[in-house]
T-cell receptor
Framework: SQQGEEDPQALSIQEGENATMNCSYKTSINNLQWYRQNSGRGLVHLILIRSNEREKHSGRLRVTLDTSKKSSSLLITASRAADTASYFCATDKKAGNTPLVFGKGTRLSVIA | DAGITQSPRHKVTETGTPVTLRCHQTENHRYMYWYRQDPGHGLRLIHYSYGVKDTDKGEVSDGYSVSRSKTEDFLLTLESATSSQTSVYFC????????????FGSGTRLTVV
């Protein structure tokens, strides 16, 4: 069963705008990760945020985590056409060493 | 993707035949995973391995078996392929469990006719 669910399912924006994607999950976690998938390719790890962190930055990416609401957001600032891809959140489960469970993803289209 | 390769990249097979997909890594990572990706379902874990000869089932393991006789190779076998196993299969590796990011292969597109 899905642990994380991304919202929206699809997002279309103009180049230069910011893109925000959200992820909600069901059970307590140790950390949450975000991945990008370009069409026809494998997933690429973007950023990891631990359960005791509230915000993390990496270049144009900003991730927040609210464990009380069991939710995370991924913000891409000043988007580019090359950011067009699907974005997935992935979580483990707090109890024990468990593989990542991925959500269904948000499809982002950045229009030049 | 650097350090991890999947073969074949594409395969068409007939219903009822056995199929083996291979994942090969050069990173010496302990953990290896097989996921399948289907529209509307995202990625779902099939099996994973936490060491040579150490494997465990994932969410959608029925109809699949795995083997890991060497650190670098993780094989996924569809014992008797069915049309519902038409999918894109991804292998991933990691140094540890969820505290580390995963590195994914480029995927195998399998069509069962």
């Amino acid at each position: 069963s899905q642990q994380g669910e991304e919202d929206p399912q699809a997002l279309s924006i103009q180049e230069g705008e910011n893109a925000t994607m959200n992820c909600s999950y069901k059970t307590s976690i140790n950390n949450l990760q975000w991945y990008r998938q370009n069409s026809g390719r494998g997933l690429v790890h973007l950023i990891l945020i631990r359960s005791n962190e509230r915000e993390k930055h990496s270049g144009r990416l900003r991730v927040t985590l609210d464990t009380s609401k069991k939710s995370s957001s991924l913000l891409i600032t000043a988007s580019r056409a090359a950011d067009t891809a699907s974005y997935f959140c992935a979580t483990d489960k707090k109890a024990g060493n468990t593989p990542l469970v991925f959500g269904k993803g948000t499809r982002l289209s950045v229009i030049a | 993707d650097a350090g991890i390769t999947q073969s074949p990249r594409h395969k068409v097979t007939e219903t009822g035949t056995p199929v083996t997909l291979r994942c090969h890594q050069t990173e010496n990572h302990r953990y290896m995973y097989w996921y399948r990706q289907d529209p509307g379902h995202g990625l779902r874990l099939i099996h994973y391995s936490y060491g040579v000869k150490d494997t465990d089932k994932g969410e959608v393991s029925d109809g699949y078996s795995v083997s890991r006789s060497k650190t670098e190779d993780f094989l996924l076998t569809l014992e008797s392929a069915t049309s519902s196993q038409t999918s894109v299969y991804f292998c991933a590796i990691s140094e540890g469990t969820a505290i580390y990011g995963y590195t994914f292969g480029s995927g195998t597109r399998l069509t069962v006719v």
